[in-house]
């Protein structure tokens, strides 16, 4: 189980993109402005983030998160 | 008969009813997905493992799901050695009729030589199709006390998707499928659980060419919606990310449902069979429903998604043995176009399975 630090949440992403595009992954980044974004990209991640916090993330949810940091807060408002 | 309703299911059983063969038809022609256009060869690489789908059966012009469920049908009745005037009822679930009207089941009842007292029925259902016909075939047998029902599934969904559409291409498959339904005094019942969502309609939708948004020129222009999706009024629009949701959030609470009411531990289960989205989707519920992936098949490699067809054309690809289904208690859910959700509880006993024909 991860714990629920930000830290912890931005390394788990990271590992769901590609190896060079890794560093550029902070907690302000906009997500859906990375390269590597796509309709897969979201699916292969609203499936990580349900099976390792059980949180199955909708649409308006990724819409309404503008950085990690929303989502990661997002996620824990869901887990409760 | 038994059945008990909340807001959230409607469980039910239907008594004296057994399943006696299952049968499959595919088009021949095969496209494979690694030959898909693709800016990055790594991406699609990710693709083809995360959806399981290397290969997918397309349909020519001229051929229509209710051919393929016709050659399946023929196929099921010769080896179950049928006598086609004994037969009452055709039940043929699709999303892509041969007409608007009439009904596609009807002409089906004269292409097989199926008697002028046979009803006909089509019904108009996708991914969730084949438990629903089941529902439907098998409770009108129950009730009316007729012998013989054929229930028809079968969609040819390729000829809906627009070439432009990068998202939808890699997923969708052709199939047409044949069941055998018989009354029989002394069959162990089916369990059904089965939901709607109505307000989640326009999820997976074509527009134009019902009565709704009749065809017009305006139906025969491309949009773009995104660099990789262009598409027209009549092709098939599907809000994937929405349809993921649904599919992770409410397929395994109805499958524990189910296997609450009829009193089932999970292990009491051989296969699960579910509609064959994607694997991603099939994996996701393996796992909240802690079962062994080896009692989830497969057929998502070599025929992709079918649509209304998979459960059956999975039962034939994977869980036969000989000219048989393996006897077997199956539990087999489908989910998606409605949006619907169905599952039901089956014994397998003796129900015939031959090769999936190759069609022409």
């Given at each position: 189980m991860s714990g629920n630090s930000l830290d912890t949440f931005l390394n788990f992403l990271r590992l769901l993109f590609k190896e060079d595009s890794r560093g550029a992954i902070g907690a302000e980044t906009n997500l859906a402005s990375l390269k590597e974004w796509s309709s897969l990209q979201t699916m292969i991640i609203v499936n990580e983030i349900d099976k390792e916090y059980n949180v199955v993330l909708d649409v308006d949810d990724l819409k309404n998160a503008s950085s990690v940091r929303e989502l990661f807060e997002i996620v824990q408002l869901k887990k409760r | 008969m038994y059945n008990s309703k909340s807001d959230s299911m409607a469980f039910f059983s239907i008594a004296h009813v057994s399943l006696k063969g299952i049968s499959a038809a595919v088009p021949r022609q095969r496209v494979s997905n690694f030959d898909l256009e693709h800016h990055d060869t790594e991406e699609l690489q990710k693709l083809i493992s995360t959806l399981g789908i290397e290969e997918r059966r397309v349909a020519t012009p001229s051929q229509c799901a209710s051919d393929l469920c016709v050659a399946a049908a023929e196929k099921l009745l010769s080896d179950l050695n049928w006598d086609r005037s004994e037969i009452d009822a055709v039940f043929f679930v699709t999303q892509t009729p041969d007409y608007q009207l009439p009904g596609t089941s009807l002409h089906i009842q004269e292409r097989l030589g199926l008697p002028k007292s046979c009803a006909t029925f089509d019904i108009n259902q996708g991914c969730a199709g084949y438990v629903y016909g089941l529902s439907l075939a098998s409770a009108f047998l129950?009730?009316?006390?007729?012998?013989?029902?054929?229930?028809?599934?079968?969609?040819?969904?390729?000829?809906?998707?627009?070439?432009?559409?990068?998202?939808?291409?890699?997923?969708?498959?052709?199939c047409g499928t044949a069941s055998a339904l018989e009354f029989d005094a002394k069959a162990e019942p089916l369990y059904f659980n089965i939901t709607s969502e109505g307000e989640n309609f326009d999820k997976i939708i074509v527009n134009d060419g019902g009565a709704r948004n009749g065809f017009s020129e305006a139906?025969?222009?491309?949009?773009?919606?995104?660099?990789?999706?262009?598409?027209?009024?009549?092709?098939?629009?599907?809000?994937?990310?929405?349809?993921?949701?649904?599919?992770?959030?409410?397929?395994?609470?109805?499958?524990?449902?189910?296997?609450?009411?009829?009193?089932?531990?999970?292990?009491?289960?051989?296969?699960?069979?579910?509609?064959?989205?994607?694997?991603?989707?099939?994996?996701?519920?393996?796992?909240?429903?802690?079962?062994?992936?080896?009692?989830?098949?497969?057929?998502?490699?070599?025929?992709?998604?079918?649509?209304?067809?998979?459960?059956?054309?999975?039962?034939?690809?994977?869980?036969?043995?000989?000219?048989?289904?393996?006897?077997?208690?199956?539990?087999?859910?489908?989910?998606?176009?409605?949006?619907?959700?169905?599952?039901?509880?089956?014994?397998?006993?003796?129900?015939?399975?031959?090769?999936?024909?190759?069609?022409?």
């Open positions: - | 129950s009730s009316s006390g007729l012998k013989k029902a054929l229930l028809l599934v079968g969609d040819t969904i390729t000829k809906l998707i627009s070439p432009f559409d990068q998202s939808l291409l890699p997923l969708f498959s052709d139906s025969l222009v491309y949009k773009e919606y995104h660099p990789s999706v262009k598409r027209m009024g009549i092709h098939l629009a599907m809000k994937g990310l929405d349809v993921f949701h649904f599919s992770l959030k409410k397929v395994a609470p109805n499958v524990e449902e189910l296997l609450e009411k009829t009193k089932r531990e999970r292990s009491a289960i051989d296969y699960f069979v579910f509609h064959q989205a994607n694997q991603m989707i099939l994996d996701s519920i393996a796992k909240k429903l802690g079962i062994d992936p080896a009692k989830v098949p497969s057929s998502l490699k070599a025929f992709g998604n079918t649509s209304s067809t998979t459960v059956p054309l999975t039962i034939a690809a994977r869980l036969k043995t000989g000219n048989k289904v393996m006897d077997s208690t199956m539990l087999l859910s489908g989910f998606g176009v409605g949006l619907s959700l169905a599952s039901a509880l089956v014994n397998f006993k003796e129900v015939v399975c031959p090769d999936i024909i190759e069609l022409s």
